[in-house]
């Protein structure tokens, strides 16, 4: 049952449900209107819900309860689109598409995808409250899908449901605080594959613009230019806003997206320097779990490789600093045995060994609190690290 309100002073009008209705298409005249739905209502929309511009006043949606529609959602207004309140609940079963002619973005206070297919932003959408994931794609696109600093996501997120970036969109968090957080995104190029990012802060100062940025592509980097042993995957992770940022940052991949051999593939970040993309192999990369982890205040495109070529080796000591336990991890894919050498301040040798590539533990608890280095002599080069045992 509905019933229809004209209140000639305020120029609105209101559909007021009271159970649960149904539409092929919704053409909403923005006239100074608003739909208002109550508390407890279903209204489903079986095809596409339009904003025909009139008399520049921005269209509103108020929900109190939920809103499911199958089609596109399509404001030709230059006006600001609001739907707040209660959920906007997609339900398409082939591609849905979210646009309009405004330069505002969409607001919505919860959306939730609960369909079998794709929904495309062709426009700029922030989520107030609460993004749901049951089942169903969201695709940004060339769009920024924009979570406010309240708004968490819920549902079950996964293999059926997520966020994709199939251009150059972003899944982007305000946070004013610092905040753990996993973004849920993922790529369906080669059937869907579930590649959340998990940011877990250490350290930083967060203000009401601070943000966190990420998009994930399912495509080898070109930058990553091992021959053999990949990941065909990359993420890309910006943050603005935050002062001396650092982050514990877990990256979760399938075994269908590694190239080559997964056991000879190492976590991989890459940073610009002089116009050019080098790779970091500071990461830790675990094969039985299909993850890599990076501690790091240098944020950019982060993916898995070999690279193949000892013009790429890399020595890391973790943790660093210590108390005398430590690791030494080798990368150098090109090396056989390498001769290292553990000294003091003053140069003076405590140690000397060979070492391959690989991770490697060692024990220095009883030498004093300090500074030391470790020396390890490549074919072409000698690496040095200084370690600080406390």
């Given at each position: 049952m509905s019933r229809l309100i004209y209140i000639p002073l305020l120029l609105a009008f209101a559909l007021l449900f009271t159970s649960q209705a149904n539409a092929q298409q919704a053409v909403f005249h923005n006239s100074g209107a608003q739909i208002v739905i109550t508390k407890g209502a279903d209204v489903n929309i079986q095809g596409s819900m339009l904003s025909e511009p009139s008399n520049n006043i921005a269209p509103k949606i108020q929900l109190n309860g939920n809103l499911s529609i199958s089609g596109d959602i399509i404001n030709h207004s230059d006006n600001l689109f609001r739907i707040s309140e209660g959920y906007l609940i997609l339900t398409g079963t082939g591609t849905q598409v979210i646009s309009s002619n405004s330069s505002n973005p969409f607001l919505v206070y919860n959306l939730?995808?609960?369909?079998?297919?794709?929904?495309?932003?062709?426009?700029?959408v922030r989520i107030i409250n609460d993004l749901n994931f049951q089942q169903g794609y969201l695709d940004v696109g060339d769009q920024d899908l924009v979570l406010y600093s309240n708004a968490v996501t819920s549902g079950t997120p996964g293999?059926?449901?997520?966020?994709?970036?199939?251009?150059?969109?972003?899944?982007?968090?305000?946070?004013?605080?610092?905040?753990?957080?996993?973004?849920?995104?993922?790529?369906?190029?080669?059937?869907?594959?579930?590649?959340?990012?998990?940011?877990?802060?250490?350290?930083?100062?967060?203000?009401?613009?601070?943000?966190?940025?990420?998009?994930?592509?399912?495509?080898k980097l070109d930058a990553n230019t091992s021959p053999q042993n990949y990941l065909e995957k990359y993420w890309d992770v910006q943050v603005s806003g935050v002062d001396n940022p650092k982050a514990d940052l877990t990256f979760h991949y399938a075994p269908e997206e590694v190239f080559g051999d997964s056991t000879q593939i190492y976590a991989m970040r890459f940073f610009e320097n002089n116009g050019q993309m080098w790779p970091r192999f500071d990461g830790e990369l675990n094969p039985v779990t299909h993850s890599f982890t990076f501690t790091t205040s240098d944020f950019g495109k982060f993916t898995a490789g070999d690279?193949?070529?000892?013009?790429?080796?890399?020595?890391?000591?973790?943790?660093?600093?210590?108390?005398?336990?430590?690791?030494?991890?080798?990368?150098?894919?090109?090396?056989?045995?390498?001769?290292?050498?553990?000294?003091?301040?003053?140069?003076?040798?405590l140690y000397s060994g060979q070492i391959d590539q690989g991770i490697h533990e060692y024990d220095f608890t009883n030498s004093p609190k300090g500074v030391y280095f470790v020396k390890i002599f490549f074919s072409d080069k000698i690496v040095t690290r200084k370690i600080v045992i406390r």
């Open positions: 939730e995808l609960n369909g079998t297919g794709t929904t495309l932003l062709q426009t700029n293999n059926q449901s997520m966020v994709i970036t199939s251009g150059t969109g972003r899944l982007i968090k305000s946070m004013a605080q610092q905040e753990d957080i996993t973004f849920p995104v993922g790529s369906t190029s080669k059937g869907a594959h579930y590649s959340p990012v998990d940011v877990a802060w250490e350290s930083g100062t967060f203000y009401s613009s601070s943000i966190v940025m990420l998009s994930v592509k399912p495509e690279l193949g070529t000892s013009d790429f080796s890399d020595v890391i000591v973790f943790p660093n600093p210590n108390n005398g336990a430590f690791s030494i991890k080798v990368i150098a894919p090109a090396e056989g045995m390498m001769d290292m050498q553990f000294t003091n301040m003053a140069g003076q040798l």
